[in-house]
Nanobody, 122 residues
Framework: QVQLVESGGGLVQPGGSLRLSCAASGSMFRIGDMGWYRQAPGKQRELVAGITSGGISNYTASMKGRFTISRGNARNTVYLQMNNLTPEDTAVYYC????????????????WGQGTQVTVSS
């Protein structure tokens, strides 16, 4: 069993910043790519940013330059630094990880966190 736990969401004023954290734990053989997605009310879930196990990152165009994704030294944590937030960034943010578990060492599966609410409002 693998668990992803996010933290760091909250209410922030336009132009403000937040840093989201996500930690993966459980019976993991190997953890690969990690990423952040978000889902606003009435909209589909969309990719915010992803990062490989080697530290190569990619961003959705509208967030590049404002958001920075990074991984911790232990490689099982991922962070999302969000700057210059706007009301359009209001959404539930989800952490994602591709994990090979000890129980299934030849198969990689997607795991998701429970989500953390980010609200940008004055």
């Amino acid at each position: 069993q693998v668990q992803l736990v996010e933290s760091g969401g909250g209410l922030v004023q336009p132009g403000g910043s937040l840093r989201l954290s996500c930690a993966a734990s459980g019976s993991m053989f190997r953890i690969g790519d990690m990423g952040w997605y978000r889902q606003a009310p009435g909209k589909q879930r969309e990719l915010v940013a992803g990062i490989t196990s080697g530290g190569i990152s990619n961003y959705t165009a509208s967030m590049k330059g404002r958001f920075t994704i990074s991984r911790g030294n232990a490689r099982n944590t991922v962070y999302l630094q969000m700057n210059n937030l706007t009301p359009e960034d209001t959404a539930v943010y989800y952490c994602n990880a591709r994990v090979v578990t000890i129980a299934r060492p030849f198969s990689e599966s997607d795991y998701w966190g429970q989500g953390t609410q980010v609200t940008v409002s004055s």
